[in-house]
């Protein structure tokens, strides 16, 4: 036993990366150099940029290579390949988009600088992966063999970057096609409004209240003619982020400073991973630090000296939904007045333990054809950017080079990633925003939030919109820009991007409105708003309750004395210690629930949920509560005070029975990190061991401090160009995915504890030379 469990931690042990000394790398043209600072920021210098690449590609493999294989095969449909029949629905669905196919078609249209950055990117990953000393431990627990890179599979952790960020696959479209079908048109045009009250548009554009219908309550929204399993809300997009800059004139020592935080799901390892890499070319020296994504050769966001750049998920339309008119036999549809074939393609899936599945994939012009069930005779599909060439590419590289925001703007609208909010900060005090990504340039469609009948050839893509016609604010008079997921502006520009499910609003206002409450900010004070969990959003509800719900007889006849005193006392912040702002929260979404059950129940009944509408529950909720008009009240209810006590006593009730008592029911207690390694479920005795250290957080989604049971910040990050030795970058966990690293939890605490780490990596504590 002594001698299996020494052979055993010799097998892990030989799995870390190499961190000093000097080992020989063929694919090189020159020297590169590794150096790691005492919490494993990595940075890497060489002759050029390709070496630069093949460098960190290295060190991605060597630190990150098992995360990496997840993210590749999870874009393909391939995990079950490694783990076996439990993942085989997930890879059916994946395998609809064809996603390996496009990109191995993709990487053959790169231009050739971008060609040329990613295989040499693929020969450092295969050379840090053939130099560990042992295969990565995960592999030895699932007991299979790391494959290796090749060029399309960084193109595929891109896709899971598109399927993370741009998940509705078109179920918003249907959803959205549902509900207008199923009530009257004033009340679609109601319930589908976007909100007034929380309004943070850049431009300060402003969306007008649609005003709850004088007809009554839509037999829809009235009856619940089927029971929902799954009634939860969804007006926050917590796979967003939020970024904010100030300009000169609000910089301190007029500087413009930059601060992102992208909002993904927690896990261990986390998502990013931090790198400084430094070079030379014809144009001169170049150092860039920021975070990388492993799997890809690129600084996703971050500073060249010169330019600081953000992202946040602008939460558009970047999809539509095509109703197909199919003949009889549902072989040919519909396409500008002729009938066309539907084109198959069979996908095998192998399975780990199990005989392979072959997959039938039919697809129109238009793209794939969807497993959502259709009306007689027609069957939906999927046009979407991330299948076309457009929507995937390296240009984000050219990042790294641009000298001032005129640059960043213009190379914006080519870029081949999910589109982005793109906020860009340089040396010179200026400021600016875009969208990042491919935007398509439609044609015909005046609704796009339901499925469309395309076949007359009227509506289509007609292409994709140039840099000139991209929506972009420079140099904006106020001297700050802020997005968070929300609308981000008005008019004609809106109607480009679309509404892909946008968030209520409150996030960004309350962004917007810490950045105009004081004139001057240096990076201390951007990092104390990402840290801002003010419960802002929550006070009508908490005055709702106070004023009209807990009245004194309510409260006498349930018991519910420290439950008001909870509700007055602690309800204004997102602290772990709250217990009040935690009974308001749960009060808001059974209420809401209550009055939106019949609609989930529709929606289940058709193989979707309330959460895939493009609707933002609270506005039409809010209206409603506020008018408690008789004939809108749900028929599950007599009036509207008991459906507010009923949601008081069931969400009171809900909060005991998970946490013991309702001084237990802490915000926090409800609320903890929960980062876990992918396997640590399977294999329970490792999880102390495979995951992060947890604890109660503060935050939650309608406040610039995001964390929200598994999803927030996974990475904040504040850096004026030119001053970085001043900037801010953390990460949740750390650099390295090997739980015996010394990085693994490298960044963990100060993350934890809300305390800012140095935008630059330390003091090097480990070198390591590769050498031609």
Request: with cysteine; glycine share 10%; aromatic share 6%.
């Amino acid at each position: 036993m002594l001698l299996l469990a020494l052979a055993l931690w010799l097998a892990l042990r030989g799995s870390l990366a190499v961190l000093d000394g000097e080992r020989a790398l063929p694919v090189l043209s020159s020297p590169v150099e590794l150096q790691r600072d005492a919490r494993g920021y990595l940075t890497v210098s060489a002759e050029n940029r390709l070496d630069v690449a093949r460098g960190l590609g290295y060190a991605h493999a060597q630190e990150r290579f098992f995360q990496m294989d997840l993210m590749r095969r999870n874009a393909a449909g391939e995990l079950s390949a490694l783990v076996g029949p439990k993942a085989l629905p997930l890879d059916q669905a994946r395998r609809t988009h064809r996603f390996r196919h496009r990109a191995e078609a993709g990487i053959a249209r790169l231009p050739a600088d971008e060609r040329a950055l990613l295989d040499a990117y693929v020969a450092g990953v295969n050379a840090g992966l053939a130099a560990l000393g042992a295969r990565p431990p995960e592999y030895l627990l699932l007991r299979q063999a790391p494959k290796p890179w090749v060029a399309a599979d960084t193109v595929l952790v891109a896709y899971g970057m598109y399927l993370d960020l741009q998940g509705a696959q078109g179920r918003d479209d249907i959803a959205m096609g549902l509900l207008h079908d199923a009530v009257p048109a004033d009340w679609y045009a109601f319930l589908s409004q976007h909100s007034a009250d929380w309004q943070a548009a850049m431009d300060d554009s402003r969306m007008a209240a649609v005003p709850l219908p004088a007809s009554a309550l839509p037999d829809a929204l009235r009856v619940n003619k089927t029971a929902c399993s799954d009634c939860s809300l969804q007006d926050a997009r917590d796979l967003g982020s939020n970024n904010f800059a100030v300009a000169a004139s609000h910089g301190a020592d007029g500087r413009a400073i930059l601060a992102d935080d992208m909002h993904l799901g927690l896990r261990a390892p986390g998502t990013w991973f931090k790198a400084r890499m430094k070079w030379q070319d014809a144009a001169g020296g170049h150092d860039v630090a920021g975070v990388t994504l492993p799997g890809a050769p690129l600084l996703v966001v971050g500073s060249n000296g010169r330019v600081a750049w953000g992202f946040t998920n602008t939460t558009s339309d970047w999809a539509d939904v095509v109703a197909l008119k199919l003949n009889t036999a549902g072989t040919h549809y519909l396409a500008g007045g002729t009938e066309k074939p539907l084109q198959r393609s069979v996908e095998r899936i192998e399975i780990a333990g199990a005989a392979a599945v072959d997959q039938v994939v039919l697809e129109s012009e238009w793209g794939p054809v969807l497993a959502q069930k259709a009306p007689a005779g027609q069957a939906y599909a999927l046009r979407w950017v991330a299948h076309d060439v457009e929507g995937m590419n390296l240009r984000l590289m050219h990042m790294e080079t641009a000298a001032n925001v005129d640059d960043a703007v213009q190379l914006a609208a080519g870029a081949g990633l999910p589109a982005q909010n793109l906020l860009v900060a340089d040396a010179g005090g200026r400021i600016a925003w875009t969208v990042i990504g491919a935007m398509p340039k439609r044609v015909g469609s005046e609704d796009i939030d339901r499925p469309q009948d395309w076949s007359d050839g009227r509506s289509r893509w007609q292409g994709y919109l140039g840099a000139a016609e991209q929506p972009r604010l420079v140099d904006p008079a106020d001297g700050r820009l802020w997005t968070a997921n929300s609308r981000m502006i008005g008019g004609d520009a809106m109607k480009l991007v679309g509404n892909g499910g946008w968030d209520l609003g409150a996030r960004a206002m309350q962004i917007r409105d810490d950045l105009r409450a004081q004139d001057k900010f240096d990076e201390a004070g951007l990092h104390a708003i990402q840290l801002d969990h003010r419960a802002l959003f929550l006070q009508r509800w908490r005055q709702l309750l106070l004023s009209q719900v807990l009245t004194p007889d309510f409260v006498a006849t349930n018991g519910l004395a420290d439950y008001r005193a909870e509700v007055d006392k602690s309800a204004d912040a997102a602290r772990p210690d709250a217990v009040g702002y935690l009974l308001v929260r749960a009060f808001r979404e059974q209420a809401l629930k209550s009055l939106f059950a019949p609609l989930a129940g529709l929606l289940e009944a058709n193989g979707l949920k309330l959460r895939d509408l493009k609707l933002v529950p609270e506005t039409p909720g809010w209206a409603l509560i506020q008018a408690a008009r008789p004939d809108t009240l749900p028929g599950a209810f007599k009036s509207w005070p008991e459906l507010l006590q009923r949601a008081v006593l069931d969400s009171r009730k809900a909060l005991i029975d998970q946490h013991g008592s309702l001084a237990a029911a802490t915000w926090g207690a409800d609320n903890p990190t929960g980062m876990r390694h992918p396997l640590s479920a399977a294999v329970p005795a490792l999880s102390s061991w495979l995951d992060q250290t947890g604890q109660g957080m503060a935050g939650d989604s309608h406040m610039p401090r995001v964390h929200n049971h598994g999803h927030g910040q996974s990475e904040r990050m504040v850096v004026s160009p030119g001053h970085e030795e001043k900037g801010i970058l953390v990460i949740p966990g750390g650099q390295s995915g090997h739980p015996l690293s010394p990085f693994y939890r490298g960044d963990h605490a100060a993350w934890l504890a809300a305390e800012p780490l140095p935008f630059l990596p330390g003091k090097a504590t480990h070198r390591l030379v590769l050498r031609p």
